[in-house]
């Protein structure tokens, strides 16, 4: 076991490879892709934005940057959207979630400008949105961002590869070419054969799912995502959020994702921004969320939250201790076990790189035979697992393994440890530290300090590490 990424169907790294070539090609009318070098670090930044629908918009801007609350501001005035800032990273998974009503869509459609600000103002890359004339917004929209809507939106008499490159003939792209592109992205979204049917030959997650070819196909750096899956039953939506993770591995798409599912946006998110009342009341990781929540709002919200699911191994392990050294001796390591009070420990090399384990009973017989090393008692079978690993994935390993698992980084170097107990205590969002690293009984001290003080036939070398 080493990642948390879903498998990927088959084929889809092939057509994710055609379609990465299709897009970095030099063809002559491709909008700005995805794979701008020196593009900067930022795709998408809101300051201060505001949307108040009704009567006396302005005033309403005013009265709440002064500090009114949303119901003090009258019949026939719906401040939908309240002092929004954020910034959305190239490349990031950003979800915006909240309860019905709380602005999320008002939100999201100023993000490329189907509806007009009241006040602040939205950047797409280094180019202002708000306020620029309708051409500019409309050639923007068609390059830069494009929307994937929650009840797909397709046209009713035309074939799968029609819908998806409809944007495409919009643009004037020449027949051939769109559906050349037509195809790739239909091809990548899992609908390859599916081509010539028409929507009503489609179920709703295939409904989706030309939908995201046909926001693929305009091959913007943003895709915009309003309840895209909300409509789709459970399986079939796990079904489209893994693809959408495997889509956006390969293609390095910025996307903005809207749900009021906190387990989606906990799957999706790289980060998520909380709404509630039209304000955003937290933005932050997932963990961050779950384990600091801001109010009791975000509180209230995390309380169903598969914990399993969002936390992961880096984030509940605890020191690893005791650690050996792979050069060390038996007495080195057979102290570090009896001063940790644990019946193994776990060997590193001098780059910290996990090795194996050692017993203390096979410490113990190396001692007694004089043997300088204890090279010859590690025990190279550990379970382990990488820091980014969801603790839904550690629950058998866990089990299986006698000793805490070994927790590496992307260096396979040892960073800490992962026992049964704090698995446990982490499901539960109690105390994580519990100090107990040992499943197997410890021999008993007095072997042990027997042992040690009995005169040994030379010093180790080494120390524990
Ligand atoms: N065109 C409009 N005119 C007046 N009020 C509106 C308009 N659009 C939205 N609102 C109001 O703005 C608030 C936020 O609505 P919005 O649709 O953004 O919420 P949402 O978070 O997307 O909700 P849902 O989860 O139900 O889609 C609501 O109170 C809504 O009634
Ligand atoms: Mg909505």
Same mark, same amino acid.
């Given at each position: 076991?080493?990642?948390? $990424?879903?498998?990927a169907?088959?084929?889809?790294?092939?057509?994710? +490879?055609?379609?990465?070539?299709?897009?970095?090609?030099?063809?002559?009318?491709?909008?700005?892709?995805?794979?701008?070098p020196?593009?900067?670090?930022?795709?998408?930044?809101?300051?201060?934005?505001?949307?108040?629908?009704?009567?006396?918009?302005?005033?309403?801007?005013?009265?709440?940057?002064?500090?009114?609350?949303?119901?003090?501001?009258?019949s026939?005035?719906?401040?939908a959207?309240?002092?929004a800032?954020?910034?959305?990273?190239?490349?990031e998974?950003?979800?915006?979630?909240?309860?019905?009503?709380?602005?999320?869509?008002?939100?999201?459609?100023?993000l490329?400008?189907?509806?007009?600000?009241?006040?602040?103002?939205?950047?797409?890359?280094?180019?202002?949105? $708000?306020?620029?004339?309708?051409?500019?917004?409309?050639?923007?929209?068609?390059?830069?961002?494009?929307?994937?809507?929650?009840?797909?939106?397709?046209?009713?008499?035309?074939?799968?590869?029609?819908?998806?490159?409809?944007?495409?003939?919009?643009?004037?792209?020449?027949?051939?070419?769109?559906?050349?592109?037509?195809?790739?992205?239909?091809?990548l979204?899992?609908?390859?054969?599916?081509?010539?049917?028409?929507?009503?030959?489609?179920?709703?997650?295939?409904?989706?799912?030309?939908?995201?070819?046909?926001?693929?196909?305009?091959?913007?750096?943003?895709?915009?995502?309003?309840?895209?899956?909300?409509?789709?039953?459970?399986?079939?939506?796990?079904?489209?959020?893994?693809?959408?993770?495997e889509?956006?591995?390969?293609?390095?798409?910025?996307?903005?994702?809207? $749900?009021?599912?906190?387990?989606?946006?906990?799957?999706?998110? +790289?980060?998520?921004?909380?709404?509630?009342?039209?304000?955003?009341?937290?933005?932050?990781?997932?963990?961050?969320?779950?384990? +600091?929540?801001?109010?009791?709002?975000?509180?209230?919200?995390?309380?169903?939250?598969?914990?399993?699911?969002?936390?992961?191994a880096?984030?509940?392990?605890?020191?690893?201790?005791? $650690?050996?050294?792979?050069?060390?001796?038996?007495?080195?390591?057979?102290?570090?076990?009896?001063?940790?009070?644990?019946?193994?420990?776990?060997?590193?090399?001098?780059d910290?790189?996990?090795?194996?384990?050692?017993?203390?009973?096979?410490?113990?017989?190396?001692?007694?035979?004089?043997?300088?090393?204890?090279?010859?008692?590690v025990n190279?079978?550990v379970?382990?697992c990488?820091?980014?690993?969801?603790?839904?994935?550690?629950?058998?390993?866990?089990?299986?393994?006698?000793?805490?698992?070994?927790?590496?980084?992307?260096?396979?170097?040892?960073?800490?440890?992962?026992?049964?107990i704090?698995?446990?205590?982490?499901?539960?969002?109690?105390?994580?530290?519990?100090?107990?690293?040992?499943?197997?009984?410890?021999?008993?001290?007095?072997?042990?300090?027997?042992?040690?003080?009995?005169?040994?036939?030379?010093?180790?070398?080494?120390?524990?590490?």
């Amino acid at each position: 076991m080493n990642s948390a $990424t879903p498998p990927a169907s088959p084929g889809t790294e092939a057509v994710t +490879d055609q379609i990465a070539r299709h897009e970095t090609a030099p063809a002559s009318s491709t909008p700005p892709g995805s794979a701008e070098p020196d593009a900067p670090e930022t795709a998408l930044r809101v300051d201060g934005l505001f949307k108040v629908f009704g009567r006396r918009a302005d005033d309403a801007v005013t009265a709440l940057r002064e500090g009114a609350s949303r119901d003090e501001l009258g019949s026939g005035t719906t401040a939908a959207v309240i002092d929004a800032s954020f910034e959305v990273r190239r490349g990031e998974i950003f979800v915006v979630m909240g309860l019905s009503g709380s602005g999320k869509s008002t939100l999201i459609r100023m993000l490329n400008g189907l509806l007009e600000a009241t006040a602040g103002t939205v950047t797409v890359g280094d180019e202002p949105i $708000t306020g620029i004339p309708a051409k500019r917004l409309r050639t923007l929209r068609r390059e830069r961002i494009s929307m994937v809507f929650q009840h797909f939106a397709l046209l009713p008499h035309r074939a799968v590869i029609d819908n998806v490159a409809y944007g495409l003939e919009i643009q004037g792209m020449p027949k051939a070419q769109r559906l050349e592109r037509a195809r790739t992205t239909t091809e990548l979204v899992g609908l390859g054969g599916w081509e010539d049917k028409l929507p009503s030959e489609l179920s709703g997650g295939m409904k989706q799912r030309v939908g995201l070819a046909r926001a693929l196909a305009a091959d913007t750096e943003i895709l915009l995502m309003d309840e895209a899956f909300s409509a789709l039953d459970p399986l079939i939506r796990r079904e489209m959020q893994e693809q959408l993770l495997e889509l956006q591995s390969a293609l390095g798409k910025t996307i903005v994702f809207i $749900t009021h599912d906190l387990n989606e946006a906990m799957f999706l998110g +790289d980060r998520i921004a909380v709404m509630r009342d039209g304000r955003i009341v937290q933005i932050g990781t997932p963990e961050d969320i779950l384990t +600091d929540p801001a109010n009791d709002y975000v509180e209230q919200f995390v309380a169903d939250v598969d914990r399993a699911r969002v936390l992961t191994a880096g984030s509940v392990m605890e020191p690893a201790t005791p $650690t050996v050294g792979s050069g060390s001796g038996p007495r080195a390591a057979l102290r570090a076990m009896r001063d940790a009070r644990t019946a193994a420990a776990f060997v590193v090399d001098r780059d910290r790189k996990l090795v194996g384990t050692i017993a203390d009973r096979a410490a113990l017989r190396l001692l007694q035979k004089g043997e300088q090393r204890i090279t010859s008692a590690v025990n190279p079978e550990v379970a382990s697992c990488d820091t980014e690993t969801a603790l839904i994935e550690l629950f058998v390993p866990a089990a299986e393994s006698p000793l805490p698992l070994a927790v590496t980084d992307e260096r396979e170097r040892l960073v800490g440890v992962l026992p049964r107990i704090t698995l446990l205590a982490a499901l539960g969002g109690g105390a994580m530290a519990t100090g107990e690293i040992t499943i197997d009984q410890p021999l008993p001290a007095e072997v042990v300090e027997e042992a040690l003080a009995a005169p040994g036939p030379a010093r180790d070398g080494e120390e524990s590490a």
